[in-house]
């Protein structure tokens, strides 16, 4: 699942999952809330889901927290 996504949408969901708001968001990424709003609404739609809740459930369930932790890691690493 983590491949499918790209690293802008990883950190979107790493942060809504650690229970971000968008405008929280929006302030630490330097991002539009428009993007912001986008990036969620295709992290949903690829895991089939219409609310957030479902999303952070999902996440759980899938260990996507974990998955996405190491995800964030291995970027950060790269840019060093």
């Known amino acids: ?9 990883a ?6 999952f650690d229970g971000m708001a968008n405008k929280e ?3 630490l990424l330097n991002r539009s809330k428009r993007t912001i709003e986008v990036h969620r609404i295709h992290i949903m739609h690829k895991l089939g ?18 998955l996405l932790s190491d995800y ?3 970027i ?5």
Request: aromatic content about 0%; some cysteine; proline content about 2%.
């Open 1 to 9: 699942m983590c491949k499918q996504l790209t690293p802008s949408k």
């Open 11 to 16: 950190r979107v969901l790493k942060l809504v």
């Open 25 to 27: 968001i929006v302030n």
């Open 49 to 66: 889901l219409d609310n957030l809740v479902d999303l952070v459930k999902r996440t759980a369930i899938m260990g996507l927290a974990e």
């Open 72 to 74: 964030n890691h291995t």
């Open 76 to 80: 950060a690493a790269e840019k060093e």
